[in-house]
C-alpha cells in the first residue's frame, strides 16, 4: 500500500522530468537545425518586397535626386516597415509555438534520433544541402509542368468544343409527331337518328 501511495506522490515529478527533457530535447534539435533560419530568409524577402515598394514609389531617380520631403518619406516608410518585420519576425514569438509542433510529432525517442543524425556527417550535409536540392526539384517540377502545358491547352480546347457541341444539341429541338389538324382528318361517320347520349 506504502509503495503505491509513493508512487501516485512522485509520479506528476516523474511526468514533469519526461516532458521537461522532451522539451530539452527539442530545444536542441531546433538548434541543430538552426530553425530560427527560416524566420530570418522570410525577413530577407519581406526586406526585398519593401525595397521594390520603395524603388516603384521613385520611379527611376536617385535618392539625390529626390527633393526634402520625399527623402523624408522614404526615411518613414524604411523605419515603420523595419519596426513592423522585426516585432512579426522576432525569434522569440516563434520558438516556443514551433517547438510545440515538434513535441505533439516526436516523441523523445524520435527525437533524439533526429539530434544523432543531424550531428552526423551526413545529417549535417543534408542540412547545407536541403535548400540547393529543394531549388533543383522546384525547378525540374517547373519544367516538367512548362512541357506539360501545350497537352493541357490542347486537351481544353477539345473539352471546350465538346462541350459547346453538346450544347447546341440541347438547344436544337427534336421533331415530334403531331396530329394532323382536324380540318385534314377525315369526318367521323353521321349515323342517323341515333341518340349520341344514349347510343340509340
Known sequence: MKRGLMLLLFWPVCVWADA????????????VLRADGAVTTWRKQLDAQAIEVIDKAL??????QLN??????VERFSQRANAAL???LDWSRFKDPIAQ????????????????????????KALRQGGRIADAVGQLLR??????LPEFQRI????????????LAMRTPVPVKTQPPASSRPAAPAF??????TGR
Do not use: W
Not at 505533439?104 to 556527417?121: C, K, Q
Not at 519544367?143 to 506539360?148: A, E, K, P, R, V
Open 20 to 31: 521537461a527533457s522532451h522539451r530539452k530535447a527539442v530545444d536542441e534539435l531546433m538548434l
Open 59 to 64: 520611379a527611376g531617380k536617385k535618392e539625390d
Open 68 to 73: 526634402e520631403a520625399q527623402r523624408a518619406a
Open 86 to 88: 522585426d516585432a512579426a
Open 101 to 124: 509542433i515538434y513535441l505533439e510529432n516526436y516523441s523523445e525517442g524520435e527525437v533524439r534520433d533526429l539530434l544523432g543524425f543531424y550531428r552526423s556527417a551526413s545529417g549535417q
Open 143 to 148: 519544367s516538367q509542368i512548362q512541357n506539360t
Open 156 to 167: 481544353g480546347q477539345d473539352f471546350n468544343q465538346e462541350y459547346e457541341q453538346a450544347a
Open 192 to 197: 342517323e337518328g341515333v341518340n349520341p347520349k
